[in-house]
C-alpha cells in the first residue's frame, strides 16, 4: 500500500509534465541553464555561449539547482536514449521536468510515510489523495520555477519535524538541527522569503525547548556560511561577477528597495482570502477541523501561518511565494479528514460525514480537471514552435523571429530542434534528413513591419494584435494558434438538460462550461 501511494504521487506529477510540457517564460532562466550546463558544459571555455548572458533577466538567479538539475537529467536522458524515445532537443526540456517532478515527489513521499508514523495510515492515505486532487502543487512541482528547486528541501525539513512516534511529545534533537540547516541552505541558495519561515520555526523549537540557542546559533552559523560560500562559488562562476550572491541580490531588488512593487500590489489578506484558498480548495475547511481536534496539528501549523502573516507585509503577493505550505495544511487536512470519515457509519452524521469527504475530494477532481485543462491550452508560444518545426521540417536556410508572446509562453531554447547545440552523444537531426542551419531569433521589440525590412528574415511566428494589413503584405500566413480565454457557462445546455431524460440530460450537462480560446499566434512566411 506505501509503495502504491508513492507512485500515485509520481505518476500524478509526470501526468501533468506530459499534458503540458511547454514552459512559462517565469521558468525560462532555469530551464535555460539547465539545457546550456546540458548543452554546453561547465567549462570555461563555453560559458559565453549560455543565454542568461543574453537575457539576464531583472536580477541574477542561482545555478546551484539547474547544475545539479541537469547531472540528474543525465540519468533520465541516458536511459531514454537506451530505449530510443530522443529524437528531439523538446524530449530532452521533458525528461529534464521529469527528473526535477521526481525530486519534488520523493520529497512528498517522505512526507507521507512521516504522517503514517505519526498519524496513522488512514491519515497518510487521505493526504495523498487530497495532494492528488489538487492542482497547483502538482501541476508545478515539475516546472523549473527557483520556488519548485526549494520546495524538495522544504518538504525534508518538514518530514524530519513530523517524524516520530505517534505520542512523542517532541522531534529529536538531531531531527531538529537538519530541520534548521536543510530551511538555511534553501534560504541562503534558493529562496529568501523562506526566512520568514525559518525564524518562526527556531523561534517554536526553543520556546517549547527542542534544543537550545546556542545549538540553533551553531547550527544556522555552519549551514549559512556553507550555503553562502557554495553559491557565491557557483554563481560568480557562471554569471562571471565575483563576489556575487543572487539571492543576497534578490533581497536588495525586491525588498530594500521595493521594486517587486513594479510587478503588482495586493492587500494584506491576500493570501488567506485568495491565494491559499486557490491552492487547497476543499483543504482548507478540513485543515481547520483538523486543529481543533488535534494539538499536535495546531504545534506544526504555527510556524506555517507565522510565515502566512509576515509574508504577506510584502506588497507584491503570489500563490508560489507560499506553495510551501501547502504541504503542511494537508496534513491538518487529512487528519480532520479521517476523523469525519472514522464517524460510525451506522449513525446518520457517520453517514453524512462519509459522504462530505467523498465530495469534498470530489469537488477537488472537478476544479483541478478544469483548471488542467485551462493550463494545458494557455502556452500558445510552445505549440506554435513545435508546430513550426515539424510544418517546415523538410526546408533549409530558415530564419524565424519569435515574438514576445511566444517566447514567453513556451517557447524555450529546447524547441530550436534544427539549430545547433546539440546534446552530447544524441545525433543531430542531420543523420535523418532534417536541416540543422535554422536561425531562432529572439530579439524584442521588432514590429512585423521592421521585420519586414529584414530580407534575412524568411518566416515569423507574430502576435495576432500586431498585424496590420501594410505588414500583410509582405507576408503570407502558414498557419494560426489559438489559447486558452476562459469559460462560459452554456446557458442552453443547462436549460435542454432539464427538459430530457435522465440519461440525455447528463450528457448535455458535460457541455455546460465551454472553454473560450482565441487566436494567439500566426506563423507567416514571407511573400517572394
Same mark, same amino acid.
Given at each position: 500500500?506505501?509503495?502504491?501511494?508513492?507512485?500515485?504521487?509520481?505518476?500524478?506529477?509526470?501526468?501533468?509534465?506530459?499534458?503540458?510540457?511547454?514552459?512559462?517564460?517565469?521558468?525560462?532562466?532555469?530551464?535555460?541553464?539547465?539545457?546550456?550546463?546540458?548543452?554546453?558544459?561547465?567549462?570555461?571555455?563555453?560559458?559565453?555561449?549560455?543565454?542568461?548572458?543574453?537575457?539576464?533577466?531583472?536580477?541574477?538567479?542561482?545555478?546551484? /539547482?539547474?547544475?545539479?538539475?541537469?547531472?540528474?537529467?543525465?540519468?533520465?536522458?541516458? @536511459?531514454?536514449?537506451?530505449?530510443?524515445?530522443?529524437?528531439?532537443?523538446?524530449?530532452?526540456?521533458?525528461?529534464?521536468?521529469?527528473?526535477?517532478?521526481?525530486?519534488?515527489?520523493?520529497?512528498?513521499?517522505?512526507?507521507?510515510?512521516?504522517?503514517?508514523?505519526?498519524?496513522?495510515?488512514?491519515?497518510?492515505?487521505?493526504?495523498?489523495?487530497?495532494?492528488?486532487?489538487?492542482?497547483?502543487?502538482?501541476?508545478?512541482?515539475?516546472?523549473?520555477?527557483?520556488?519548485?528547486?526549494?520546495?524538495?528541501?522544504?518538504?525534508? *525539513?518538514?518530514?524530519?519535524?513530523?517524524?516520530?512516534?505517534?505520542?512523542?511529545?517532541?522531534?529529536?534533537?538531531?531531527?531538529?538541527?537538519?530541520?534548521?540547516?536543510?530551511?538555511?541552505?534553501?534560504?541562503?541558495?534558493?529562496?529568501?522569503?523562506?526566512?520568514?519561515?525559518?525564524?518562526?520555526?527556531?523561534?517554536?523549537?526553543?520556546?517549547?525547548?527542542?534544543?537550545?540557542?546556542?545549538?540553533?546559533? &551553531?547550527?544556522? +552559523?555552519?549551514?549559512?556560511?556553507?550555503? *553562502?560560500?557554495?553559491?557565491?562559488?557557483?554563481?560568480?562562476?557562471?554569471?562571471?561577477?565575483?563576489p556575487l550572491w543572487p539571492e543576497l541580490h534578490g533581497v536588495y531588488f525586491n525588498a530594500i528597495e521595493g521594486k517587486s512593487a513594479e510587478w503588482g500590489v495586493s492587500p494584506f489578506h491576500t493570501y488567506f482570502s485568495s491565494h491559499l484558498p486557490k491552492l487547497l480548495?476543499?483543504?482548507? =475547511?478540513?485543515?481547520?477541523?483538523?486543529?481543533?481536534?488535534? #494539538? &499536535?496539528?495546531?504545534?506544526?501549523?504555527? =510556524?506555517?501561518?507565522?510565515?502566512?502573516?509576515? +509574508?504577506?507585509?510584502?506588497?507584491?503577493?503570489?500563490?508560489?511565494?507560499? +506553495?510551501?505550505?501547502?504541504?503542511?495544511?494537508?496534513?491538518?487536512?487529512? &487528519?480532520?479528514?479521517?476523523?469525519?470519515?472514522?464517524?460510525?457509519?451506522?449513525?446518520?452524521?457517520?453517514?453524512?460525514?462519509?459522504?462530505?469527504?467523498?465530495?469534498?475530494?470530489?469537488?477537488?477532481?472537478?476544479?483541478?480537471?478544469?483548471?488542467?485543462?485551462?493550463?494545458?491550452?494557455?502556452?500558445?508560444?510552445?505549440?506554435?514552435?513545435?508546430?513550426?518545426?515539424?510544418?517546415?521540417?523538410?526546408?533549409?536556410?530558415?530564419?524565424?523571429? +519569435?515574438?514576445?508572446? *511566444?517566447?514567453?509562453?513556451? *517557447?524555450?531554447?529546447?524547441?530550436?530542434?534544427?539549430?545547433?547545440?546539440?546534446? =552530447? /552523444?544524441?545525433?543531430?537531426?542531420?543523420?535523418?534528413? &532534417?536541416?540543422?542551419?535554422?536561425?531562432?531569433?529572439?530579439?524584442? @521589440?521588432?514590429?512585423?513591419?521592421?521585420?519586414?525590412?529584414?530580407?534575412?528574415?524568411?518566416?515569423?511566428?507574430?502576435?495576432? =494584435?500586431?498585424?496590420?494589413?501594410?505588414?500583410?503584405?509582405?507576408?503570407?500566413?502558414?498557419?494560426?494558434?489559438?489559447?486558452?480565454?476562459?469559460?462560459?457557462?452554456?446557458?442552453?445546455?443547462?436549460?435542454?438538460?432539464? #427538459?430530457?431524460?435522465?440519461?440525455e440530460g447528463l450528457r448535455t450537462l458535460g457541455s455546460l462550461l465551454e472553454m473560450r480560446r482565441s487566436e494567439k499566434l500566426v506563423i507567416l512566411k514571407r511573400q517572394v
Amino acid at each position: 500500500m506505501s509503495t502504491s501511494l508513492d507512485a500515485i504521487l509520481l505518476l500524478a506529477s509526470w501526468t501533468y509534465v506530459s499534458l503540458a510540457p511547454y514552459t512559462k517564460v517565469e521558468e525560462s532562466f532555469n530551464l535555460h541553464a539547465t539545457h546550456d550546463v546540458l548543452m554546453y558544459g561547465v567549462r570555461p571555455g563555453n560559458l559565453h555561449k549560455y543565454d542568461h548572458f543574453v537575457f539576464p533577466g531583472a536580477v541574477p538567479r542561482t545555478f546551484v /539547482g539547474s547544475v545539479l538539475l541537469a547531472w540528474l537529467s543525465q540519468l533520465f536522458i541516458r @536511459g531514454a536514449l537506451l530505449l530510443g524515445h530522443v529524437t528531439d532537443k523538446v524530449d530532452i526540456q521533458v525528461l529534464v521536468r521529469l527528473a526535477l517532478a521526481s525530486v519534488n515527489a520523493f520529497g512528498l513521499s517522505l512526507l507521507r510515510r512521516s504522517i503514517s508514523r505519526r498519524f496513522g495510515g488512514p491519515t497518510s492515505v487521505l493526504f495523498t489523495f487530497l495532494t492528488c486532487s489538487q492542482f497547483h502543487l502538482l501541476f508545478w512541482m515539475g516546472r523549473t520555477l527557483p520556488n519548485m528547486f526549494a520546495l524538495l528541501p522544504a518538504n525534508v *525539513a518538514l518530514y524530519l519535524l513530523v517524524d516520530r512516534a505517534p505520542n512523542a511529545t517532541r522531534p529529536s534533537q538531531e531531527n531538529v538541527h537538519r530541520a534548521i540547516a536543510i530551511l538555511t541552505f534553501a534560504t541562503v541558495v534558493f529562496r529568501s522569503e523562506l526566512i520568514l519561515l525559518l525564524g518562526p520555526l527556531v523561534l517554536q523549537v526553543i520556546v517549547r525547548q527542542y534544543t537550545s540557542i546556542a545549538n540553533v546559533l &551553531r547550527v544556522g +552559523i555552519i549551514a549559512g556560511t556553507l550555503s *553562502a560560500a557554495l553559491t557565491v562559488l557557483v554563481d560568480s562562476y557562471f554569471w562571471q561577477r565575483w563576489p556575487l550572491w543572487p539571492e543576497l541580490h534578490g533581497v536588495y531588488f525586491n525588498a530594500i528597495e521595493g521594486k517587486s512593487a513594479e510587478w503588482g500590489v495586493s492587500p494584506f489578506h491576500t493570501y488567506f482570502s485568495s491565494h491559499l484558498p486557490k491552492l487547497l480548495l476543499s483543504a482548507a =475547511p478540513l485543515s481547520v477541523l483538523g486543529v481543533v481536534l488535534d #494539538k &499536535r496539528i495546531r504545534g506544526l501549523l504555527v =510556524p506555517y501561518v507565522a510565515f502566512i502573516l509576515l +509574508i504577506s507585509g510584502l506588497g507584491h503577493k503570489e500563490w508560489r511565494f507560499v +506553495i510551501y505550505s501547502v504541504p503542511a495544511f494537508n496534513i491538518a487536512a487529512a &487528519r480532520g479528514a479521517n476523523w469525519l470519515i472514522s464517524r460510525k457509519k451506522s449513525s446518520l452524521f457517520g453517514r453524512l460525514s462519509y459522504l462530505a469527504v467523498a465530495a469534498m475530494l470530489g469537488a477537488n477532481c472537478l476544479a483541478t480537471f478544469l483548471l488542467a485543462r485551462s493550463a494545458c491550452a494557455n502556452y500558445p508560444g510552445g505549440a506554435s514552435l513545435y508546430a513550426f518545426n515539424q510544418l517546415l521540417v523538410s526546408e533549409h536556410n530558415v530564419h524565424v523571429h +519569435i515574438s514576445n508572446l *511566444a517566447a514567453q509562453s513556451g *517557447a524555450s531554447l529546447f524547441l530550436h530542434s534544427h539549430a545547433p547545440p546539440f546534446l =552530447p /552523444g544524441l545525433a543531430p537531426p542531420s543523420k535523418f534528413g &532534417r536541416p540543422v542551419d535554422w536561425v531562432y531569433n529572439k530579439t524584442e @521589440g521588432l514590429s512585423v513591419d521592421a521585420l519586414a525590412a529584414a530580407p534575412q528574415i524568411t518566416h515569423l511566428i507574430a502576435e495576432i =494584435p500586431a498585424l496590420t494589413p501594410e505588414a500583410m503584405e509582405h507576408w503570407s500566413p502558414v498557419a494560426v494558434v489559438d489559447g486558452f480565454d476562459g469559460w462560459t457557462l452554456n446557458v442552453e445546455s443547462l436549460k435542454a438538460a432539464f #427538459k430530457t431524460g435522465v440519461g440525455e440530460g447528463l450528457r448535455t450537462l458535460g457541455s455546460l462550461l465551454e472553454m473560450r480560446r482565441s487566436e494567439k499566434l500566426v506563423i507567416l512566411k514571407r511573400q517572394v
